[in-house]
């Protein structure tokens, strides 16, 4: 069965103090790898999609990478403002449908 | 452009009942996905809709329905609502292949 596991659950840092958050997906025919944004009570945003091992994107504080059995999400020098659930979700099947993880609670205290 | 808009933004229902949510998808988008949140969880797929059909269903009862209009906008609908269904409904369009953009999602209250 097709599975997206995030860890950790919630992480609390420091202003400034840089780390990473991990995806690892068991799922045959990967067809995408997303990570999104989501603050209280709203939607996910789009931040990322990676297709191969070995991709990484960039975008501000963020840099997503992806391996053949995970992806990474390392944030850098975080702010207060990055505080949000970051959410990574797996593309499959023919179609367009998403399988999420539970995703990562980030909280950055000034 | 506007983005992606769903109404209403909440909604609080009794058990038995049949509810109606509506999604708007990013202009230039033709396919539309709803996903289930549950509080602490990440979404859950329910459906897909392309070209006005049900593409690709998740594992929700028959009791989750849905539409897709000639303008590409959507419905889901709910009928014999279950305390259990309480969550936030997210509607998500794509242009085929592409990535998913969400709106903001509806909160649904079952009591």
């Known amino acids: 069965e097709d599975q997206v596991t995030q860890s950790p659950e919630a992480l609390r840092l420091q202003e400034g103090e840089s780390s990473s958050l991990n995806c690892s997906y068991t799922?045959?025919?990967?067809?995408?790898l997303f990570w999104y944004r989501q603050d209280p009570g709203k939607g996910p945003e789009f931040l990322f999609t990676?297709?191969?091992a070995g991709e990484e994107k960039e975008k501000e504080r963020l840099k997503a990478t992806l391996t053949k059995k995970e992806s990474f999400l390392h944030i850098t020098a975080p702010k207060p403002e990055d505080s949000a659930t970051y959410l990574c979700?797996?593309?499959?099947?023919?179609?367009?449908?998403?399988?999420f993880g539970q995703g990562t609670r980030l909280t950055i205290n000034p | 452009d506007a983005g992606v808009t769903q109404s209403p933004t909440h909604l609080i229902k009794t058990r038995g009942q049949q509810v109606t949510l509506r999604c708007s998808p990013k202009?230039?988008?033709?396919?539309v996905s709803w996903y289930q949140q549950a509080l602490g969880q990440g979404p859950q797929f329910i459906f897909q809709?392309?070209?006005?059909?049900?593409?690709q269903r998740g594992n929700f009862p028959d009791r989750f329905s849905g539409h897709q209009f000639p303008n590409y906008s959507s419905e889901l609908n709910v009928n014999a609502l279950l305390l259990g269904d309480s969550a936030l409904y997210l509607c998500?369009?794509?242009?085929?292949?592409?990535?998913?953009?969400f709106g903001p999602g509806t909160r649904l209250t079952v009591l």
């Open positions: 979700a797996n593309r499959v099947g023919g179609a367009q449908k998403l399988v």
């Open positions: 998500a369009s794509s242009l085929s292949g592409s990535e998913q953009f």
């Open positions: 202009s230039g988008h033709d396919t």
């Open positions: 809709y392309y070209e006005e059909e049900e593409r």
């Open positions: 799922v045959s025919g990967l067809r995408g």
């Open positions: 990676l297709y191969s």
